[in-house]
Nanobody
Framework: QVQLVESGGGSVQAGGSLRLSCAAS????????MNWYRQAPGKQREWVAQ???????NYADSVKGRFTISRDNAKNTVHLQMNSLKPEDTGVYYC????????WGQGTQVTVSS
């Protein structure tokens, strides 16, 4: 059974930082492609960042240069370091992966105030 559990959300002021974590189980984590998505109130869920099994990363233009995705295969965990946060980064952040089908975590709330 695949489980993805996000943590690390919270409330910060603009310019602040947060580090999100997603603990995965039920998959061969070291070979999994992991993604972070977010959903702002009243908006569609949008892709934020991806890391593959080789550690290659990709980012949405809106977060490039401010967010860093990383993985710890020893702990089956993927992180999202978010710096220089803006109010428009507010939303629920989800990690996801594909293992026969698409899986989502339950999400963690990030609120950035101006």
């Amino acid at each position: 059974q695949v489980q993805l559990v996000e943590s690390g959300g919270g409330s910060v002021q603009a310019g602040g930082s947060l580090r999100l974590s997603c603990a995965a189980s039920g998959i061969i984590f070291s070979s999994a492609v992991m993604n972070w998505y977010r959903q702002a109130p009243g908006k569609q869920r949008e892709w934020v960042a991806q890391i593959n099994s080789l550690g290659t990363t990709n980012y949405a233009d809106s977060v490039k240069g401010r967010f860093t995705i990383s993985r710890d295969n020893a702990k089956n965990t993927v992180h999202l370091q978010m710096n220089s946060l803006k109010p428009e980064d507010t939303g629920v952040y989800y990690c996801s992966t594909v293992s026969a089908r698409l899986y989502w975590g339950q999400g963690t709330q990030v609120t950035v105030s101006s």
